[in-house]
Nanobody
Framework: QVRLIESGGDSVQSGGSLRLSCAGS????????MGWFRQSPGKEREGLAA???????LYARTAKGRFTISQDAVKKTLYLQMNNLEPEDTAMYFC????????????????????WGRGTQVTVSS
């Protein structure tokens, strides 16, 4: 199991952008999906986006349109481009590796993921 390490979190003004990176991402038979999640104090972990090894992506409603998940298989790095950030986006952001839904698609559902990074903090001020 490869250790996942997030980076790129920062403090930005409302409307700003950040690009998060997740080093160590890889796809296996049991972990063909990579995903981005976030969690604020007192709240449940929220799925944002998922990507399959073939590049197929799926976004949560809260992320669609502003966030873009991508990957570089050679560099074993996962990315999350976040635009037009708002204070409500303030959270610890995590990348993770996991399995697909029964139908075979990768989805950012928390309990489908088993290998997690320790997170990178994103703070958006107004």
């Amino acid at each position: 199991q490869v250790r996942l390490i997030e980076s790129g979190g920062d403090s930005v003004q409302s409307g700003g952008s950040l690009r998060l990176s997740c080093a160590g991402s890889e796809y296996t038979d049991t972990g063909r999906c990579m995903g981005w999640f976030r969690q604020s104090p007192g709240k449940e972990r929220e799925g944002l986006a998922a990507i399959d090894r073939d590049g197929t992506t799926l976004y949560a409603r809260t992320a669609k349109g502003r966030f873009t998940i991508s990957q570089d298989a050679v560099k074993k790095t996962l990315y999350l481009q976040m635009n037009n950030l708002e204070p409500e986006d303030t959270a610890m952001y995590f990348c993770a590796a996991g399995g697909p839904l029964p139908m075979g698609t990768c989805s950012p559902i928390t309990n489908l993921y088993f290998n997690w990074g320790r997170g990178t903090q994103v703070t958006v001020s107004s």
